[in-house]
């Protein structure tokens, strides 16, 4: 292994990355990232609003039923009572009469209830709608921002990238691809040296027999971080 080009090499691969990483890191980035969520919970929170908005209204038809069937028999009682009843009829009748009103009363108070529900609802409704609104603006302004950024890196990486193959070619192929899996891995830099019989990677102290490897075989894969570790 040339360890010059390979340093090289790493030396314009990081140049590479920070430019990557100035576009993943960049707060336009972000803040889109941070809106796609938003997005996503406002479409979560529209859909469970109009499951709720769907039983309110069953509920509310369900009602106006009882109300409808309550009032028919009440009618049917007032009819009767006016019949030549027993003492103890007429007291029964009347009876009942009381209960159904009360039950209609109850039923009144439940209708009240949903209608409230019902506004609830439809104010949250637009609530998430205007966030959804907001969000739209605002993440069409911040793409616009990273396009620009974009338009600004993107050629830099192209022209660091042609420069990287021309100094692929002079690598060891078996090397590189290892090279290339461990910096899709996120370890960076792959290559370091060895410093005070340490990897210069993760400092771990490297023992005597695999010391002696790397003095053998020029290189050595650190067992603690996984970098390849060259001898200065
Ligand atoms: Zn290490």
Redesign the pocket.
């Known amino acids: 292994m040339n360890i010059e080009k390979i340093l090289e090499f790493q030396s314009l691969d990081n140049e590479i990355r920070k430019l990557e990483q100035q576009l993943a890191n960049s707060p336009d980035q972000k803040a889109i990232e941070g809106l796609q969520k938003l997005v996503k919970e406002t479409q979560t929170t529209s859909a469970n609003l109009e499951k709720e908005a769907e039983n309110s209204v069953n509920e509310y038809q369900k009602m106006q039923k009882s109300s409808q069937d309550a009032i028919a028999t009440m009618n049917n009682l007032a009819a009767k009572k006016e019949q030549s009843l027993s003492e103890e009829e007429y007291a029964a009748c009347v009876k009942q009469l009381n209960n159904i009103a009360g039950f209609l009363a109850n039923i009144e108070k439940r209708i009240m209830q949903i209608a409230d529900k019902v506004n609830a609802i439809l104010s949250e409704y637009e609530n998430a709608k205007q966030n959804y609104n907001h969000a739209k603006q605002k993440h069409s302004m911040h793409k616009n921002n990273l396009l620009a950024l974009q338009q600004q890196i993107l050629p830099q990486i192209e022209q660091l990238s042609s420069k990287l193959a021309t100094l692929e070619s002079g690598l060891d192929q078996t090397f590189l691809k290892k090279y290339k899996a461990k910096r899709a891995d996120r370890i960076f830099p792959v290559v ?1 040296p060895m410093r005070d019989n340490s ?1 210069g ?4 102290e490297l023992p005597m027999a695999q010391i002696e490897k790397l003095k053998k075989d020029g290189f050595l894969e ?1 067992e ?4 390849i ?1 060259y001898l200065k």
Do not use: F
């Open positions: 370091v990897c990677g993760c400092m771990m650190c603690s971080c996984h970098r570790i």
